[in-house]
T-cell receptor
Framework: AQSVAQPEDQVNVAEGNPLTVKCTYSVSGNPYLFWYVQYPNRGLQFLLKYITGDNLVKGSYGFEAEFNKSQTSFHLKKPSALVSDSALYFCALVMDSNYQLIWGAGTKLIIKP | GAGVSQSPRYKVAKRGQDVALRCDPISGHVSLFWYQQALGQGPEFLTYFQNEAQLDKSGLPSDRFFAERPEGSVSTLKIQRTQQEDSAVYLC???????????FGPGTRLTVT
């Protein structure tokens, strides 16, 4: 069965430091991978996606993610965290020719001034 | 262009009342999804439309839940005889094609008293 794991419920980072939010997946085949962010009392916002090609994907708000096929990971990164990055982050995948997103449980990112 | 919009943003219903939640997807998006989200958790799939066809309603919790998209654009999620356990945020999302990034509306927070 397909699954997405976000092993950390919460990540705490000091402002200005690099941040990483981890995501691993388990599928048979080649997935399309996504990161979404949810600010308090807001809907989910698309950040970035990986379909094929360059393993390093750049997205909105200075975020990037690295696809690692051998480790089945798609970690979200940012070189310098901002307090405004504090939010709930979700990793998700969908298989080609399918439609149903498989979601991770979410990671709460807290950036401290 | 305009994103996905949902109305109402907040709805309070007395137990046993019927409610209707509206979703206006991004113009031209073929795929439309409804999700239910509990606080701090990932979205739970409810149903999927491709144009006006409801291709998957496997996530609808009971036969009190009904969704339609009669002209392939606006969609309505209807809940009959609401129960307290129906209290949640209902998210609508649309995508250009099925295995593509989904764009979410702000959600409707339903509270059943």
């Amino acid at each position: 069965a397909q699954s997405v794991a976000q092993p950390e419920d919460q990540v705490n980072v000091a402002e200005g430091n690099p941040l990483t939010v981890k995501c691993t997946y388990s599928v048979s085949g080649n997935p399309y991978l996504f990161w979404y962010v949810q600010y308090p009392n807001r809907g989910l916002q698309f950040l970035l996606k990986y379909i094929t090609g360059d393993n390093l994907v750049k997205g909105s708000y200075g975020f990037e993610a690295e696809f690692n096929k051998s480790q089945t990971s798609f970690h979200l990164k940012k070189p310098s965290a901002l307090v405004s990055d504090s939010a709930l982050y979700f990793c998700a995948l969908v298989m080609d020719s399918n439609y149903q997103l498989i979601w991770g449980a979410g990671t709460k990112l807290i950036i401290k001034p | 262009g305009a994103g996905v919009s949902q109305s109402p943003r907040y709805k309070v219903a007395k137990r046993g009342q019927d409610v209707a939640l509206r979703c206006d997807p991004i113009s031209g998006h073929v795929s439309l999804f409804w999700y239910q989200q509990a606080l701090g958790q990932g979205p739970e799939f409810l149903t999927y439309f491709q144009n006006e066809a409801q291709l998957d309603k496997s996530g609808l919790p009971s036969d009190r839940f009904f969704a339609e998209r009669p002209e392939g654009s606006v969609s309505t999620l209807k809940i009959q005889r609401t129960q307290q356990e129906d209290s949640a945020v209902y998210l609508c999302a649309s995508s250009l094609v099925e295995a593509d990034e989904q764009y979410f509306g702000p959600g409707t927070r339903l509270t059943v008293t």
